[in-house]
């Protein structure tokens, strides 16, 4: 069975800190995808990135960078110079390799930056 | 494309009573995901259809659920009779196959925020 952990409940920054967001999956799948989510505070589901399981480079989107690291099973996502904008619960999913949108989500971590 | 398109956005009704969401996916998207969120159980999958067949309903908490894909354009997710416990904010969320290369991530409706009084 796969499964997402996102040890982090709740985050507090101060505007223009860096901050990471931990994840840690387990699967038996040898392909499978990755992903991030972000949730504002009016309720959507927002899709930030998705990894596939053989492309183990770091991504950079502007203010925004994942670390995925097959060893260890993880996929942290950091955020640099956070603006109060960031303010979110952002969820970690995987998915198995035949559909990206049967997802296995972490509890997600509450994201707040304070101005 | 307007994205995934769920009705109503807010539903509010008495126990036992029958409550229909309802899903218009993306079109092209031949998956179609029902998930549900609640604080306890954060978000999870209760069923999905590809083509418009069920794949996979083991994720439907009761009997009390069922869900339709009638045809490409439209879903129902069917809750008879309602009750309290059943308050949560449903999703929607189509995708295309995997084996494509574009644009094949999971998109989400806006939801549907049920409230069961």
């Known amino acids: 069975a796969q499964k997402v952990t996102q040890a982090q409940t709740e985050i507090s920054v101060v505007e223009k800190e860096d901050v990471t967001l931990d994840c840690v999956y387990e699967?038996?799948?040898?392909?499978?995808?990755l992903f991030w989510y972000k949730q504002p505070p009016s309720g959507e589901l927002v899709f930030l990135i998705r990894?596939?399981?053989?492309?183990?480079q770091n991504e950079i989107s502007g203010r925004y960078s994942w670390n995925f690291q097959k060893s260890t099973s993880s996929f942290n996502f950091t955020i640099t110079a956070s603006q109060v904008v960031d303010s979110a619960v952002y969820f970690c999913a995987l998915s198995e390799a035949t559909s990206y949108g049967k997802l296995t989500f972490g509890q997600g971590t509450i994201l707040t930056v304070h101005p | 494309d307007a994205g995934v398109i769920q009705s109503p956005r807010h539903e509010v009704t008495e126990m036992g009573q029958e409550v229909t969401l309802r899903c218009k996916p993306i079109s092209g998207h031949d998956y179609l995901f029902w998930y549900r969120q609640t604080m306890m159980r954060g978000l999870e999958l209760l069923i999905y259809?590809?083509?418009?067949?069920?794949?996979?309903d083991s994720g439907m908490p009761e009997d009390r659920f069922s869900a339709k894909m009638p045809n490409a354009s439209f879903s129902t997710l069917k809750i008879q009779p309602s009750e309290p416990r059943d308050s949560a904010v449903y999703f929607c969320a189509s995708s295309s196959p995997a084996r494509q290369l574009l644009n094949t991530e999971a998109f989400f409706g806006q939801g549907t925020r049920l409230t069961v009084v």
């Open positions: 259809f590809n083509n418009n067949v069920p794949i996979d």
């Open positions: 990894r596939n399981s053989f492309d183990e």
């Open positions: 699967t038996r799948d040898t392909t499978y995808y």
